[in-house]
């Protein structure tokens, strides 16, 4: 299959799905949890999310990538972080209009955090290079079984105590959000969650985890597979993941085909304080 090139406008479709992935967890988040005031507004083609001040998804995606961005943006994307008690955090494609970062650092933002973005072409035929275990069986969550994949994710993740109460919300938010949630079952039992954001032609894969006593059992290996098909039959021609630098995520991704389209950037504002 051919990889498209990875330009501007490869990114301004990557960069769009997940932005709207993210208004999707918003708007869920919003109805789940009425009294946080989640919400997200669009600003000369920037998407800014708040879900609560400490929250990752509490950023703005798209910065720079659609609309050449002037002062007065800044200004009304910063306020609505700011008067929200939250920090003001961008995540950047180098892509973005080169005026973007001039703004960045005249307004005292500093960078951060580091993520890839790849890539790969989808078919509906898709069959990644590896062994698979075929009793591992995958399917779409129905709509009573919300409880169901929030606790196997939340499972999945079991090592991160500190954040529990984090996930279990994360958890029950993202199956109520726009994105398709996906479980893995081994001898009928849930095993493993991945989902799956569907914008235009690109499909965007997050959720991915599977609980500890059944890690290196296939299931993953065969979500990845279940959900690039599955996005292929739905009109998608490109999927696409994001990972920390140097991740187990990104050689992982790599070793299924994923390119990387490019490093982004997170930046965050110095010097305000926030109510």
């Avoid at 973005?117 to 995958?138: F, G, H, K, T, W």
């Avoid at 090592?159 to 726009?178: H, I, P, T, Y």
């Amino acid at each position: 299959m051919k990889y498209p090139f990875a330009d501007l406008d490869l990114a301004r479709r990557l960069e769009r799905t997940e932005a709207r992935g993210s208004a999707g967890f918003v708007e869920a988040r919003a109805k789940a949890f009425p009294d946080l005031g989640a919400k997200w507004i669009e600003v000369a083609g920037t998407s800014a999310m708040f879900d609560g001040p400490g929250s990752p998804v509490t950023q703005t995606f798209g910065l720079g990538m659609f609309e050449a961005l002037n002062a007065e943006h800044f200004e009304a994307i910063e306020q609505f972080f700011i008067e929200r008690g939250a920090d003001v955090f961008h995540e950047v494609c180098p892509l973005a209009d080169p005026a973007t970062f001039a703004l960045l650092s005249e307004r005292g933002y500093k960078p951060i955090e580091f993520s890839n973005v790849l890539y790969r072409p989808i078919s509906a035929d898709l069959r990644l290079n590896a062994s698979r275990n075929e009793q591992v069986q995958m399917r779409l969550i129905r709509e009573d079984e919300v409880d169901l994949w929030a606790a196997t994710m939340v499972e999945g993740w079991s090592e991160f105590k500190e954040v529990a109460d984090f996930l279990c919300e994360l958890g029950q938010v993202m199956a109520r959000s726009r994105a398709l949630c996906f479980i893995a079952e081994l001898n009928g039992n849930a095993i493993a969650t991945g989902a799956l954001t569907i914008a235009g032609d690109v499909a965007l894969l997050a959720g991915a985890c599977t609980i500890p006593s059944a890690r290196r059992q296939g299931a993953q290996l065969a979500l990845l597979e279940h959900r690039l098909r599955y996005a292929a039959t739905q009109g998608c021609n490109v999927a696409m993941m994001v990972t920390q630098l140097g991740s187990g995520s990104q050689r992982n991704a790599e070793r299924h085909e994923f390119h990387i389209a490019y490093t982004r950037t997170k930046w965050h504002l110095q010097g305000v304080n926030t109510r």
